[in-house]
């Protein structure tokens, strides 16, 4: 009796795993985690595992495509086609968390098809990267594509341009942070309206913390307008401009500048700021053009309630060009530490304590640091430069 029972159990048991296999049993939630690892195509490959995958994949909310070639040569597949179909195929009630998108052959009507989708489909994040060292300027998205009221990250790495017209708006109320790479803003005037080259695109992002421009090109632009109540963090970084830049960013901590000495920066509000970075590209032709340097000191006394300054050691060459300039009081009154970058051979001790003589001018009391490259790690401090931090090898020595 008890072995005809142990059979029965047995036979049971061997049904129920026929049925219903150990995968088909893991949890949407589980198995949507464990695409959010794959590549999208990889992830549509399960549905072979599986009956109950079959249909899993369309309602995942992670999408990751990374394309190296628009053919993979070993499946013959054409990626744009795989994500055309894979759009037209997932199930259209679902939403997207994230859209993570790298290719070194980005189509221009590919990247419009991802983020139309990614707008209609309450995404968060969205991530696209191109991948290629060569510039390709294949022609232009409108602004207006990107309208979402859920997008909260949004990373562009691409070489498109990003066109906008004084009549459109950009609205994306729940963004926080703005990653721009590569991008050419290029400015649409109206009709009859040739004068009007001023644009402002981030005043409708109520809830931006933070905007990161780098490498892109401001393209019939006069005037680059800044403006958000609720930034704390902007980097402009290796820009291609001749504009000016106007911003107001009354909660706005931490400012970064790393680019050409051409630098035209007006400010109405930063009454928060703490942090500023500022590092500028010299060489000795520029000291034929004395505006430079006054566009610097006016970019200083727009950023003078910073407490925290770092500067280059091209920062330091320009000002010691102009010893009239050290000879003037320091706009900034309120620092308490000032950090040299150093990554090439250095000016004479003289120029850096000249230089530090002039930053103490306002602020006495200023902690100085300098950071050392390996080319630069020789350098000698005069006398007369005291309180002096060398950041050499990550370690910190006394000089």
Same mark, same amino acid.
């Given at each position: 009796?008890?072995?005809?029972? %142990?059979?029965?159990?047995? +036979?049971?048991? *061997?049904?129920?795993? +026929?049925?219903?296999?150990?995968?088909?049993?893991?949890?949407?939630?589980?198995?949507?985690?464990?695409?959010?690892?794959?590549?999208?195509?990889?992830?549509?490959?399960?549905?072979?595992? %599986?009956?109950?995958?079959?249909?899993?994949?369309?309602?995942?909310?992670?999408?990751?495509?990374?394309?190296?070639?628009?053919?993979?040569?070993?499946?013959?597949?054409?990626?744009?086609?795989? #994500?055309?179909?894979?759009?037209?195929?997932?199930?259209?009630?679902? !939403?997207?968390?994230?859209?993570?998108?790298?290719?070194?052959?980005?189509?221009?009507?590919?990247? @419009?098809?991802? #983020?139309? &989708?990614?707008?209609?489909?309450?995404?968060?994040?969205?991530?696209?990267?191109?991948?290629?060292?060569?510039? $390709?300027?294949?022609?232009?998205?409108?602004?207006?594509?990107?309208?979402?009221?859920?997008?909260?990250?949004?990373?562009?790495?691409?070489?498109?341009?990003?066109?906008?017209?004084?009549?459109?708006?950009?609205?994306?109320?729940?963004?926080?942070?703005?990653?721009?790479?590569?991008?050419?803003?290029?400015?649409?005037?109206?009709?009859?309206?040739?004068? =009007?080259?001023?644009?402002?695109?981030?005043?409708?992002?109520?809830?931006?913390?933070?905007?990161?421009?780098?490498? =892109?090109?401001?393209?019939?632009?006069? *005037?680059?307008?800044? *403006? %958000?109540?609720?930034?704390?963090?902007?980097?402009?970084?290796?820009?291609?401009? +001749?504009?000016?830049?106007?911003?107001?960013?009354?909660?706005?901590?931490?400012? $970064?500048?790393?680019?050409?000495?051409?630098?035209?920066?007006?400010?109405?509000?930063?009454?928060?700021?703490?942090?500023?970075?500022?590092? $500028?590209? &010299?060489?000795?032709?520029?000291?034929?053009?004395? !505006?430079?340097? !006054?566009?610097?000191?006016?970019?200083?006394?727009?950023?003078?309630?910073?407490?925290?300054?770092? #500067?280059?050691?091209?920062?330091?060459?320009?000002?010691?060009?102009?010893?009239?300039?050290?000879?003037?009081? =320091?706009?900034?009154?309120?620092?308490? %530490?000032? *950090?040299?970058?150093?990554?090439?051979?250095?000016?004479?001790?003289?120029?850096?304590?000249?230089?530090?003589?002039?930053?103490?001018?306002?602020?006495?009391?200023? @902690?100085?640091?300098? !950071?050392?490259?390996?080319?630069?790690?020789?350098?000698?401090?005069?006398?007369?430069?005291?309180?002096?931090?060398?950041?050499?090898?990550?370690?910190?020595?006394?000089?």
């Amino acid at each position: 009796m008890g072995r005809r029972k %142990s059979i029965r159990l047995s +036979n049971m048991a *061997t049904e129920d795993l +026929n049925d219903d296999d150990r995968i088909s049993r893991l949890h949407d939630d589980l198995i949507h985690h464990i695409y959010s690892f794959m590549d999208t195509r990889f992830a549509v490959q399960t549905s072979l595992l %599986s009956r109950r995958w079959r249909e899993t994949w369309k309602s995942y909310p992670f999408l990751n495509f990374k394309i190296e070639r628009p053919i993979d040569h070993k499946t013959g597949i054409k990626f744009p086609n795989f #994500i055309h179909r894979f759009f037209s195929d997932r199930d259209h009630k679902a !939403e997207i968390t994230t859209i993570d998108f790298q290719s070194n052959s980005i189509k221009l009507s590919l990247l @419009k098809e991802t #983020i139309i &989708y990614a707008m209609s489909h309450k995404t968060q994040k969205v991530n696209i990267e191109f991948l290629s060292d060569k510039l $390709t300027r294949r022609g232009g998205l409108d602004i207006s594509l990107f309208r979402s009221q859920f997008l909260q990250d949004l990373h562009l790495s691409i070489d498109f341009e990003l066109l906008k017209s004084p009549s459109l708006t950009w609205d994306l109320p729940s963004l926080t942070s703005l990653n721009l790479e590569g991008v050419t803003f290029t400015l649409n005037p109206l009709p009859n309206d040739s004068k =009007c080259k001023s644009i402002e695109l981030f005043s409708r992002f109520p809830n931006l913390k933070t905007l990161v421009l780098i490498g =892109c090109r401001l393209s019939n632009i006069d *005037t680059f307008i800044i *403006t %958000s109540n609720s930034l704390h963090n902007l980097s402009l970084i290796d820009l291609h401009h +001749n504009s000016e830049f106007i911003l107001t960013a009354p909660n706005l901590s931490s400012f $970064t500048y790393y680019g050409m000495a051409r630098f035209s920066l007006s400010v109405k509000n930063l009454d928060s700021l703490q942090t500023v970075n500022f590092h $500028t590209i &010299y060489y000795r032709a520029l000291q034929k053009q004395p !505006e430079l340097v !006054e566009l610097m000191i006016k970019a200083f006394k727009q950023l003078h309630k910073a407490k925290f300054l770092a #500067i280059n050691s091209d920062v330091v060459r320009f000002l010691s060009g102009f010893p009239q300039v050290l000879e003037t009081r =320091c706009p900034f009154r309120s620092l308490t %530490s000032l *950090t040299l970058v150093e990554h090439r051979l250095p000016p004479s001790s003289i120029v850096f304590s000249d230089v530090i003589d002039y930053f103490r001018s306002s602020s006495p009391g200023v @902690k100085v640091n300098v !950071e050392i490259g390996v080319a630069a790690s020789f350098l000698i401090f005069s006398g007369s430069v005291n309180e002096v931090v060398l950041v050499y090898n990550t370690l910190w020595f006394g000089v």
